[in-house]
């Protein structure tokens, strides 16, 4: 099975490559983790290397970070994962208004309509 190429670019060590198991991956969209497809020691594994960054609900399209209190409580079947920002938003979610309340207040400013 071929793994999935993510780059990352960190200040400290520039761009480094990551890969993520295909099997991991959800099966209709090839990109998040849903939570109650993954193990919990591959997930821990996930976190740890840092291939997993952000988790979100999928019932009320929101992402927010891994320490988040919110995250926390959702239940399993709607927690999902997902190796970067940038993917959650090209899915439709919308930042944490708990742990990322910079980028909720700027996305709140876009999503009103101007008039």
Request: charged share 30%; proline share 5%; with cysteine.
């Amino acid at each position: 099975m071929v793994p999935l190429t993510v780059y990352e670019f960190s200040q400290v060590s520039g761009w480094k490559r990551r890969s993520l198991p295909v099997s991991l991956l959800d099966p209709v969209n090839k990109t998040m983790i849903r939570h109650n497809q993954i193990k919990a020691p591959e997930l821990r594994k996930q976190i740890r290397n840092r291939v997993i960054i952000f988790g979100g609900n999928a019932k009320l399209k929101i992402y927010g970070k891994l320490s988040c209190k919110s995250g926390k409580r959702m239940k399993k079947e709607n927690r999902v994962f997902f190796i970067s920002e940038k993917e959650a938003i090209h899915l439709g979610y919308r930042p944490c208004g708990h742990c990322l309340k910079k980028d909720y207040q700027n996305w709140k400013l876009k999503s009103i309509p101007s008039g």
